[in-house]
């Protein structure tokens, strides 16, 4: 059965939008060219080195309760007041760095998410001497079977196998690591195909994750 007829008999395509340069994208990244930019080139394509996967948990921290796209526009920020989320460094902040970072209003100027970030980088360098690397630790979770959503009604908040990331990151300290954010991690680092079948980047991250060696 030819794979892209067969796609679009399974979507719908009120949730997959072609504005404005006709390609046809999830419903979510509207627009914007910032946020159709992270949908076409980032979003669910699998991420296996370390840094890139504790910036992920890190941002998708901040963004529990707002809007993603709130979180992008002041990603370039966030790289620059945490060190470029190098865990290594981040670990040595100290009282003085958290204050300066609560008053800076380039980034979300939330006391508790601030001071994750700094836990969570002692909790990622334990983690890696744990288990070898970040990325061994995480993609344990990929679920065995995992259908894409068929609309945007079909998207899931949580899964089995978030709720269980969620219970495992927390019970070695991490914090803001509940199964929503867990979730929303997976699809970010391509550990799911959350795309609609319709859309352009679905068979993208499929071919990707399919090529992927996964971390051992």
């Known amino acids: 059965m030819n794979e892209s007829k067969d796609r ?10 072609s504005e ?23 979003w669910g394509l699998p991420v296996v080195d ?10 998708e921290g901040f963004q529990s309760g707002l809007s993603w796209i709130t ?5 370039h920020a966030f790289r620059k007041a945490f060190k470029n989320f190098d865990h290594k460094k981040l670990v040595k902040f100290n009282d003085a760095d958290i204050e300066r970072l609560v008053l800076n209003a380039d980034i979300i100027r939330h006391r508790g998410k601030i001071k994750s970030v700094i836990n969570n980088a ?14 061994s630790f ?36 991490w914090t803001f690591v509940g199964p929503t954010t ?21 068979p993208v991250v499929e071919q990707a994750r ?3 060696p996964r971390p051992r």
């Open 8 to 17: 679009r008999n399974v979507s719908s395509s009120r949730d997959v939008h």
């Open 20 to 42: 404005p340069d006709g390609v046809p994208r999830c419903w979510w990244c509207g627009t914007d060219p910032l946020y159709r930019a992270y949908h076409d080139d980032e």
């Open 50 to 59: 370390d840094r890139g996967l504790f910036e992920k948990i890190c941002l």
């Open 71 to 75: 979180v992008l526009k002041k990603r």
């Open 122 to 135: 002692d909790r990622a360098i334990q983690t890696i001497n744990d288990h070898g690397s970040l990325a």
């Open 138 to 173: 995480l993609w344990q979770f990929e679920p065995k079977t995992h259908r894409s959503p068929r609309s945007k009604n079909e998207v899931a908040a949580t899964s089995p196998e978030s709720t269980a990331m969620s219970k495992a990151l927390k019970k070695n300290g």
């Open 182 to 202: 867990c979730y929303a991690l997976m699809q970010a680092m391509g550990m799911v195909n959350d795309h609609l079948p319709e859309c352009h980047a679905w």
């Open 210 to 212: 399919a090529a992927l």
